[in-house]
């Protein structure tokens, strides 16, 4: 089993432009979850899916969407982005509840 | 709402030396309290939770209600601990929580040869 995986690993994007960072699980998992990791902040829950079709805003969900088409797949947007969009994205996926959480091995974006 | 509360940015021993890593919380309800580890290069991955009370690489933490505290510790640490700890807490079961963590700012920790 791949676990969860993540495309791409690095992007460089300027101001403004749009990209869709993509998630995928072959465990099964209802649950996904995007989140950012900034230096001294931690990991920060952007959005959040309960199952497929579904999504939910999390802590710092401005600036990003969400779709969730297929059970395995959680993609993440940025319409337009922002150089305070510069950040290490990870995402992960679980059995929901008080369960462990896989995570994926993160993107690295720097908006210029 | 909850929150987690990692005090120490960064933590340095040497080899063979206790460590602690601290983590503080507040909740009013009877969450649960996760480790998560990320060494250098790989993703995140749970090192324990409270529930199950288990010792993960001679590592162990124990949740005290009264200070809100989930300290992870070890009492001989080795290089290969070298690596940035997350403490977390879920709300705990039932609920609409939906498996939502809370995570603290984490901690560097760097054993020394």
């Known amino acids: 089993n791949a676990g969860v995986t993540q495309t791409p690993k690095f992007r460089v994007l300027k101001t403004g432009q749009s990209m869709t960072l993509l998630c995928a699980q072959d465990?099964?998992?209802?649950?996904m979850y995007w989140y950012r990791q900034d230096p001294g902040m931690g990991l920060r829950l952007i959005h959040y899916s309960v199952g497929e079709g579904t999504t939910a805003k999390g802590e710092v969900p401005d600036g990003y969407n969400v779709s969730r088409l297929k059970k395995q797949n959680f993609l993440l947007g940025l319409e337009s982005a922002a150089p305070s969009q510069t950040s290490v994205y990870f995402c992960?996926?679980?059995?929901?509840?008080?369960?462990?959480?896989?995570f994926g091995p993160g993107t690295r974006l720097t908006v210029t | 709402a909850q929150r987690v509360t990692q005090p120490e940015k960064l933590l340095s021993v040497f080899k063979g030396a206790p460590v602690e890593l601290k983590c503080n919380y507040s909740y009013s309800g009877s969450p649960e309290l996760f480790w998560y580890v990320q060494y250098s290069r790989q993703r995140l991955q749970l090192l324990l939770r409270h529930i199950s009370r288990e010792s993960i690489k001679g590592f162990t933490a124990d949740l005290n209600k009264g200070e809100t505290s989930f300290h992870l510790k070890k009492p001989f640490a080795q290089e290969e601990d070298s690596a940035m700890y997350y403490c977390?807490?879920?709300?705990?079961?039932?609920?609409?929580?939906?498996?939502?963590?809370?995570f603290g700012q984490g901690t560097i920790l760097t054993v020394h040869p």
């Open positions: 992960a996926s679980s059995y929901g509840g008080p369960t462990q959480q896989y």
């Open positions: 977390a807490l879920h709300p705990g079961a039932g609920g609409t929580s939906y498996g939502k963590l809370t």
């Open positions: 465990m099964n998992h209802e649950y």
